[in-house]
């Protein structure tokens, strides 16, 4: 495969860090867009929003793909006014700066990053990469900033949407979060513990992403999941098998919400993704048994913790 050069906006993030990784690992060479000051000759800036972009398109001119991961972490804090105003600035801002940039370019991939969060509550609905929207802030949200970096297709770029379901490891996200209460054996139903929820594994993440960068020809959006969904009680039940902690003291809808606020409807809703572009595109997966990645995600913090 010819070797790429690959600029990446959110490079110090989970995904983005390991993805950077994975591409340096099989030859392709990084450039990290960065908000701070950039250390040439493998780092550009961002330019604030507003700011010029010439100096941006003239650095995204000697590229081939680019792959849009930034954007504050949707649960990383209580969905205050301000922090949703950030979670919806820090996307739709980068991603128009990008996209603004890439006019001045010839065609290129852009690899734009999103979320299953645009489905919204579906119950048991099998959704696709043709399902609706969803309707809450966070669906609105996902809507908008897919929108936003689907204006480079006017340009003449191959635009994919990366739609990213939870992602399992032990470096950071949801289910590293969850492996706290799950030690001490308080990590039981979550609301009615029946709604879906849709998952995926770093290291498949990074792979999909890839994969895409390595596809122009697969454009819209793409759900990267597992090929099977859990319900939330029994990701609870597997995750305390495999931490050797039993996975039964509930936690009701009320007190999530009294404990994370607005954020807390992100662990309640039920959203059973299916990742139809990505089966149809010949992808395979390392990991699609549940049960044996959180066994390796339950080894992984134990070895965290003896460090």
């Known amino acids: 495969m010819t070797r790429q050069r690959i600029a990446i ?11 950077s990784a994975y591409l340096r690992e099989r030859g392709d060479t990084v450039v990290r867009l960065v908000r701070r000051h950039p250390v040439p000759p493998y780092e550009v800036a961002l330019p604030a929003p507003g700011e010029s972009v010439d100096e941006l398109a003239a650095a995204l001119k000697d590229v081939d ?9 949707i649960g990383d804090h209580r969905w205050t006014t301000s922090y949703k105003e950030a979670l919806r600035d820090s996307r739709i801002d980068t991603t128009t700066t990008l996209v603004d940039a890439l006019a001045r370019c010839t065609p290129k991939r852009l690899v734009s990053g999103s979320a299953m969060g645009f489905y919204g509550e579906r ?8 399902s609706s929207a969803g309707s809450d802030f966070l669906a609105d949200l996902v809507v908008d900033w897919e929108g936003c970096a689907e204006r480079a297709t006017n340009d003449g770029h191959s635009v994919a949407f990366a739609r990213t379901t939870l992602v399992v490891s032990a470096q950071g996200g949801a289910f590293a979060q969850m492996a706290l209460p799950a030690k001490f054996g308080v990590l039981g ?11 995926i594994s770093l290291r498949d993440e990074v792979r999909a992403l890839a994969h895409l960068i390595d596809h122009p020809e697969i454009t819209g959006p793409v759900n990267l999941a597992a090929p099977l969904a859990c319900r939330q009680t029994g990701v ?16 009701p809808e009320f007190a999530l919400r009294a404990v994370l606020g607005e954020m807390s409807t992100q ?12 089966q149809a ?15 390796r995600l339950a080894a992984d913090l134990s070895d965290h913790s003896t460090h």
């Not at 139903?189 to 998952?199: A, H, V, Y």
């Not at 595109?281 to 066994?295: A, E, I, R, Y």
């Open 189 to 199: 139903p979550l609301g009615s513990g029946r709604q879906w929820w849709s998952w």
């Open 281 to 295: 595109s010949g992808f395979t997966w390392m990991d699609s048994n549940l049960d044996q990645v959180l066994d």
């Open 236 to 251: 609870a039940k597997a995750l305390g098998r495999s931490m050797r902690r039993p996975a039964v003291a509930p936690a």
């Open 123 to 130: 119950g048991e609905e099998i959704l696709d990469e043709t």
């Open 267 to 278: 662990l309640t809703v039920s959203t059973r993704v299916r990742p139809a572009v990505l």
């Open 9 to 19: 906006t959110g490079s110090s993030g989970l995904i983005g860090g390991a993805l």
């Open 65 to 73: 793909v680019v792959v849009n991961l930034a954007g504050a972490g």
